[in-house]
């Protein structure tokens, strides 16, 4: 070392002090990952209900239930209400086409169509016998 007893005592002080300092943060640092990893796992596994903290259902359950909205259950389901959305809406597009197709035929008549046997010869207008 230097040989001054004070300034030999202030190095070795620092240099515990910063070393210290470093594992203090690393610790810290540590710390905050392992509560966010307890976080997740809680909200993996899900929570028992506790005072003031109401039940939290795992990642398993509450996909099941998302699951089960996805099937037809006879009316209370997710993908009845689409169904029954999907439906209303064939409705009104059946309802829409049919009104447009009589509305169509207001307008334009359809004519009913000659059949020709190829040899005959369709004249749009005829000349006038004068």
Known sequence: MTGIPWLDAFVV??????????LARALTGMARRLRRLSHFLDDWNGEEARPGVPYRPGFAERVALIEAELKPNHGSSLRDAINRV???VRRVEDGLASHLQQHREGLFPVEPQRRTTGTERIVENPPSPE
């Open 13 to 22: 002080i620092t240099i515990v002090g910063g070393a210290l300092a470093l």
């Open 86 to 88: 999907e439906q209303g």
